[in-house]
């Protein structure tokens, strides 16, 4: 069984920064890929950035010019550079894991509570 942990979140000011890590843990094998997503409150859970093993990014729109994902692949360790941070940014921010298997399933951590707030 595989667990994830969150870490790096925080109440910051708009424009600040923050660096979140997710470690990954237990019994596996190999990892298609390791991502964020993030939730506000009232609103659905969303994709903010995804990074494969082989190195490929993605990014929310949102995000794409201000967060920076990547990945310690020895580690089994995904993290989230976010830079400039708004107040739209505030959410819960979830690590999520995609297993490399014939059968797709995600593996999500606890949640790291992120607010930006003056």
């Known amino acids: 069984q595989v667990q994830l942990v969150e870490s790096g979140g925080g109440l910051v000011q708009p424009g600040g920064s923050l660096r979140l890590s997710c470690v990954a843990s237990g019994s596996i094998f190999s990892i298609r890929s390791m991502g964020w997503y993030r939730q506000a409150l009232g609103k659905q859970r969303e994709v903010v950035a995804t990074?494969?093993?082989?190195?490929?990014?993605n990014y929310a729109d949102s995000v794409k010019t201000r967060f920076t994902i990547s990945r310690d692949n020895a580690k089994n360790t995904v993290y989230l550079q976010m830079n400039n941070l708004k107040p739209e940014d505030t959410a819960i921010y979830y690590c999520?894991?995609?297993?490399?298997?014939?059968?797709?399933?995600?593996?999500w951590g606890q949640g790291t509570q992120v607010t930006v707030s003056s």
């Open positions: 990074i494969t093993s082989g190195g490929s990014t």
């Open positions: 999520n894991v995609v297993p490399q298997s014939i059968l797709r399933y995600d593996i």
